[in-house]
């Protein structure tokens, strides 16, 4: 019987980094827009796998050392240097939900699996227009994109976490195409 319970902690352990994964935002447009390659999606399902046996070949990880094992399968297998300042969040995540797993507590694992999904936001990234000169000689393959995203929620709880797209009904502003002239510059108009 003891060895079955240690195997559902597994399992919920599993699950839990695969829900913390999945509503990381940098990781949900390394896969969308396909920074891993034509597998980006089957890469994202391994690193699950990958962060999971990480935490049980190394039981008594400090979170820097989680930090710089994500970040490091982030930019070799998605060629993405995340910046956004959530390494340290889903590095805590992980590391929390592992404390609960070493502990046998399965109730703290599955509220915190749930509690991930509930607040995951689905992103969307755009890349900018880079409005720097660059120079002729410039190899293309150093080139950094820049790239703005939005968020949407999808789950049902957001506690402020996932920002609500802007209502664009009457009273909001908007920029419309026909607005912004051909050297940059944005007519603004004054509301009706």
Request: glycine share 8%; with cysteine.
């Amino acid at each position: 019987m003891m060895a079955g319970a240690a195997e559902d902690s597994r399992a919920l352990f599993g699950a839990g980094v695969r829900a913390a994964l999945e509503a990381w935002p940098a990781l949900q447009i390394a896969v969308e827009n396909g920074f891993g390659g034509v597998h980006s999606q089957e890469k994202a399902e391994w690193l699950g796998g990958a962060v999971e046996e990480y935490f049980f070949r190394n039981a008594d990880l400090e979170l820097d050392e989680v930090e710089d094992f994500l970040g490091e399968l982030m930019t070799n297998e998605f060629d993405t240097v995340v910046e956004d300042g959530s390494l340290p969040q889903v590095s805590q995540q992980l590391q929390t939900m592992f404390h609960h797993f070493q502990r046998g507590d399965k109730d703290a694992l599955k509220e915190m699996a749930s509690l991930i999904t509930q607040r995951k936001c689905r992103v969307r990234a755009t890349a900018l227009a880079a409005a720097k000169e660059t120079d002729e000689g410039e190899d293309d393959a150093n080139s950094v994109e820049e790239m703005e995203v939005t968020a949407t929620n999808d789950g049902a709880a957001t506690d402020g976490i996932c920002p609500q797209p802007e209502p664009s009904g009457p009273g909001s502003q908007t920029i419309k195409e026909e607005d912004i002239v051909e050297d940059g510059w944005t007519i603004v108009r004054r509301k009706k």
